[in-house]
């Protein structure tokens, strides 16, 4: 059973960093699209970000020039390092990994449980 685990979650003031890791199992990350969304209170889940195969990168326009998303496949990793965060980038940051780079959420097969990030102002 596939199995994808986030981690690096927590409070931050505004302005402040994070890096977000998902750890996958039973799932060879390289050959996937890698993606992180996120849904807020009583809200929608929405794209954040995402890498394809071969390295390209989507990113939601409310994130770009904040956040980056990156792989390491030696270690079955995707992460997302936050920067400059704001109250508004409070959310459960989820992890999923698809079959094409697009911010389509139903093009995602597999996602993890989610890890809180909290901004304060």
């Known amino acids: 059973q596939v199995q994808m685990v986030e981690s690096g979650g927590g409070l931050v003031q505004a302005g402040g960093s994070l890096r977000l890791s998902c750890a996958a199992s039973r799932l060879t990350s390289s050959t996937y699209t890698m993606g992180w969304f996120r849904q807020a209170p009583g809200k929608e889940r929405e794209f954040v970000s995402a890498i394809g195969r071969s390295g390209s990168t989507l990113y939601a326009d409310q994130v770009k020039g904040r956040f980056t998303i990156f792989r390491d496949n030696a270690k079955n990793t995707v992460a997302l390092q936050m920067n400059s965060l704001k109250p508004e980038d409070t959310a459960v940051y989820h992890c999923?990994?698809?079959?094409?780079?697009?911010?389509?959420?139903?093009?995602?097969?597999?996602w993890g449980q989610g890890t809180q990030v909290t901004v304060s102002s």
């Open positions: 999923a990994a698809g079959r094409s780079l697009t911010r389509s959420i139903e093009s995602y097969d597999y």
